[in-house]
């Protein structure tokens, strides 16, 4: 059987370069960003496209995000207006994907047959120079398989991908821990935004004014991250009914998930604070983290506390939300919980 662990490499200068050449020759790599580690391919290379989604099983209409090393490479892979120059000039490198009508030559297969195409510049400078020395743009979902917990660590990659991906390029945690938001500006007039995330609403709206929200349900999928079932541990996890834990009493393995370190959690065999003094950035920073540990610690039952929706609360929520939509595994997925 293979070695996985040997897959790993240190983030320095020589394995950025083999990692490079490897995108070259349609191999897969895993590289670090800031919001999670993301599984890349040569965005131009459709049988490397695929082995993207043969690798994480992902189905071939929900679309990947275009990864750039620079903000002028926008006018490369799509058709961007003024405000889209806007939006990168105030957020990028950073945690913003823009949703715009694409380049003819963007594979079909990289944007699920849509004429639209998600484009993102991470801030991290170890995915910066691994594309730069690419010399393309990196087609990149996260490094996890499809609908499951999406990975912050090397280490998480590893475990859920080290069997099918040729190289893991560790570059530590990262640093945000919450995927990108997406935004589509496909109509100018009326931005809207299809996935909370790494860039709260807020700081969007402060500079281009009102956003539309999501939508409670699409018919078709534009973006990644839009499918009701998403982010899941292989655990059961389900949403309580409020944020103030209390006692438990079954004879079951039930697992806590907090904002912060509750005061009563007795019945608990594991029990996750996200920031013991409630800073929503470092619970997002946390979250994937301590849903791998949670996932890892042999229960029948994840609760999760909701949080505050408001700046990375409301990512944070959106995760938990889908998260929560698997209906596997005991209690049915309808079922209340109150404490």
């Known amino acids: 059987m293979e070695n996985v662990n040997r897959k790993i490499h240190a983030a320095t200068a020589e394995a950025i370069d083999l990692a490079a050449r490897l995108l070259s020759k349609g191999k897969l790599v895993a590289f670090p960003t800031e919001t999670v580690y993301g599984l890349g391919a040569d965005a131009f290379n459709t049988e490397a496209i695929a082995r993207i989604f043969?690798?994480?099983?992902?189905?071939?209409?929900?679309?990947?995000?275009?990864?750039?090393?620079?903000?002028?490479?926008?006018?490369?892979?799509?058709?961007?207006?003024?405000?889209?120059?806007?939006?990168?000039?105030?957020?990028?490198?950073?945690?913003?994907?823009?949703?715009?009508?694409?380049?003819?030559?963007?594979?079909?297969?990289?944007?699920?047959?849509?004429?639209?195409?998600?484009?993102?510049?991470?801030?991290?400078?170890?995915?910066?120079?691994?594309?730069?020395?690419?010399?393309?743009?990196?087609?990149?979902?996260?490094?996890?398989?499809?609908?499951?917990?999406?990975?912050?660590?090397?280490?998480?990659?590893?475990?859920?991908?080290?069997?099918?991906?040729?190289?893991?390029?560790?570059?530590?945690?990262?640093?945000?821990?919450?995927?990108s938001s997406i935004l589509s500006i496909i109509d100018p007039g009326r931005p809207r935004l299809l996935r909370p995330g790494g860039v709260p609403i807020e700081d969007i709206q402060r500079i281009i004014g009102p956003v539309a929200e999501p939508e409670p349900s699409a018919a078709v999928i534009t973006a990644p991250g839009m499918l009701p079932r998403h982010y899941a541990p292989r655990t059961p996890i389900r949403l309580l009914t409020d944020a103030h834990s209390a006692s438990v009493q079954t004879d079951r393995r039930i697992g806590l998930l907090a904002l912060t370190r509750p005061v009563k959690a007795q019945g608990y065999t594991a029990v996750e604070a996200l920031s013991e003094s409630g800073d929503l950035t470092e619970a997002a920073a946390n979250l994937y983290a301590a849903l791998h540990r949670l996932d890892a610690a042999g229960l029948d039952l994840i609760l999760c506390e909701p949080m505050p929706e408001w700046g990375f609360g409301a990512a944070i929520m959106d995760r938990l939300r889908r998260a929560t939509q698997t209906g596997n595994g005991w209690p049915p997925a309808n079922a209340e919980w109150k404490t």
């Open 54 to 179: 043969a690798a994480k099983q992902r189905p071939r209409f929900d679309p990947l995000i275009v990864h750039i090393s620079r903000i002028e490479d926008l006018d490369a892979v799509a058709k961007p207006c003024d405000l889209a120059w806007r939006l990168a000039d105030a957020f990028w490198p950073g945690p913003l994907t823009l949703v715009l009508s694409k380049r003819g030559h963007v594979p079909d297969i990289v944007t699920a047959g849509l004429p639209t195409v998600a484009v993102r510049m991470p801030d991290n400078s170890i995915a910066i120079r691994l594309i730069e020395l690419s010399g393309r743009a990196v087609a990149a979902p996260s490094a996890n398989q499809f609908g499951r917990t999406s990975p912050t660590s090397a280490s998480h990659v590893q475990e859920s991908m080290g069997h099918v991906v040729d190289m893991i390029i560790d570059g530590g945690p990262c640093r945000i821990g919450l995927e």
